[in-house]
C-alpha cells in the first residue's frame, strides 16, 4: 500500500480531469483545504514526534532546511505542489522546470513512507489527488500534447513510490532517516500551511473551508 496509494492517487486524478473535465473551482480548492490539514496533522502528529525522539541536536536546522528548500523549488515551480499552476495558451512542450521540481519534491515525499506505516501514504495519496487534478485540466487548457501530459503524469506519479524504494533498498539511505525525514517534515510543512492559507479567495472565513480543515485534523488523528 506504500507504494501503491501515491501512485493510485495520481493516476484517479489524471483520469477525473480528462473525464469529468472539472469546472468548479469551489470544490477543488475545499479539498484542497482538507488535503493540507490532513497533511499538516499528519506531519504534527506523528512525523515530528518521532524525529524528536531519535534526540538528534540538529533536527531543527534539517526541518528550516526543507522549508527553505522548498522555496527554492517552487521558485521553479511556480506553486504547483499546492495547487497554484500558471501558464500561457497553446504550451507545445512540457514546462522542463515545473516538470523536474515537481519529480523532485514527489521523490523526496516517498522517503519517509516506508518508516511511517500506511498513515504517511494516504496523506500523500490525498495530498496528491487534488494536484493531479489541477496540473491535468492546466495541461489541458494551455493545448499541451495529450502524449506530452501522459508521460508528465505517468513519471510524477511514480516518483513518490520510486522515493519509498530508494529509501527501503538503499542502505546508505537509512543512516540518515531522521535528518532526511525532518527536510521531508519542513517541506510538508510549508507545503500543507500554504494550502491551508490559499485555498479561499481573500483569506475570507469560509464555513466549508474551515469544516474541511477540522475534518482533516480529526481524520488523521484516528490513524
Known sequence: MNYLLPLLSV???YSIALVLKPKNKTNLKLLLAFSGSFL??????????DVYESHDGNTGIFIMMGILFQIILEFFSKGAEHG??????????????????????????????GHHHD?????????HLPIAI?????????????????AFMITFAI?????????????????????????VIGILFHISSTIIFESSEGHKFNIAKVSMIILGIILAYFL
Open 134 to 150: 489541477i496540473l491535468t485540466t492546466f495541461f489541458i487548457n494551455s493545448q499541451l500534447n495529450k502524449k506530452a501530459i501522459f
Open 40 to 49: 499538516l496533522s499528519l506531519t504534527v502528529m506523528h512525523l515530528l514526534p
Open 119 to 127: 498513515n504517511l501514504a494516504i496523506g500523500i495519496a490525498i495530498h
Open 159 to 183: 516518483m513518490t513510490p520510486l522515493g519509498t524504494f530508494a529509501s527501503d533498498y538503499l542502505p546508505i539511505l537509512n543512516q540518515y532517516t531522521t535528518q532526511i525525514t525532518a527536510i
Open 84 to 113: 497554484h499552476v500558471h501558464g500561457h495558451d497553446n504550451m507545445n512542450h512540457i514546462p522542463w522546470l515545473l516538470f523536474v521540481s515537481l519529480c523532485i519534491h514527489a521523490f523526496l515525499e516517498g522517503f519517509p513512507v
Open 11 to 13: 493516476l484517479l486524478g
